[in-house]
């Protein structure tokens, strides 16, 4: 893929986590970057409390065979040492004299990288938290979060149950669909450097059950982090680009994850995705998904697809004259190839 092509796609998907980040405010999700930062993985402790419980198969749901928290018991004392010992982890976690979000989120910011045990524990019930146990509001709360798993993730040690406790909020669906997204985001992200083998097919086998979800954004959030990790064992081209076919087809696919599933057929280079992408293109659909159908048909579409392009290139819509014009830069590139 060019450069071009790439630029495209990055700020057509960016446009759709904006509008999924508007709607979180309405309950639904305020999402993370397509790609954190990540750093070195380290091997799950012996130490570990409980076994990983490993998922039998993509369509096992049955809660007895998915991951369980593991979160230390943290008692009032464990508290009342822990913010003596570090003040800003009772910020953190809304006990001290302010509670408000900028305030507790730039104490986020402040955590070092030599957390202890037990303020790691604290840090993952905070994450475990419901939108009704914390004051804050919902989407304030998930920025929160949010930012304390980007905290455990660069911790010089960093924690043995961090992807394990990730998956079991993503399967608690007592916890909102922006919570549960936000944990899909960072297993994409993680994946590469989780080295027990049991538990990297654990998330694995969770993307492709959370493609399933494509009444919300959690669908094309899976399909991201499987297009984001097709250079890993066992995660093919062909089986993604299959998929976010399926998904682009699909009429009962909402509007956020058939926006995905476009763009990654065209990352993927799955031409079969144009009948869908030209009709969608053509129609009177919502200008974010034309957009993505746009892009899709210069990535990947033909001569003949010039006129669609053109009448769009002269749309007095910024947005769409905007991605025509990128489409047919790309539709001419792509000539005789």
Known sequence: MNKKVLIVFVILIAAVFLVVRVAGKRGIKGIAEIKKPVTESKTESPETKSKVVSVSSTKTTQTENLPKLRISSVTKEDFDRINKMNPVMSVVMGTGDKTDYFTRIKAVHSLGKELSDNEVQALFVLL???KSEDPLQPDQLNAIKNDVVNALKVQANRPADLANNLMAMYYDKGHDGVWRDYCVQHLGSFYPKIDNTSEQKMVRDLFWVATREIDSSIAGTALIALANNMDQPDITKDAVANKALLLSEDPKCGELAKI???????????????????????????VPLRMSAIAAVGTLGEESDRPMLEKYAASTDTRLHTAAQSAIKRLGANKGQ
């Open 128 to 130: 475990n938290r419901k």
């Open 260 to 286: 995905t599933s476009m763009q990654i057929c065209a990352k993927l280079g799955e031409k079969k995705v144009l009948p869908t992408a030209r009709q969608i293109a053509s129609s009177g659909a919502s």
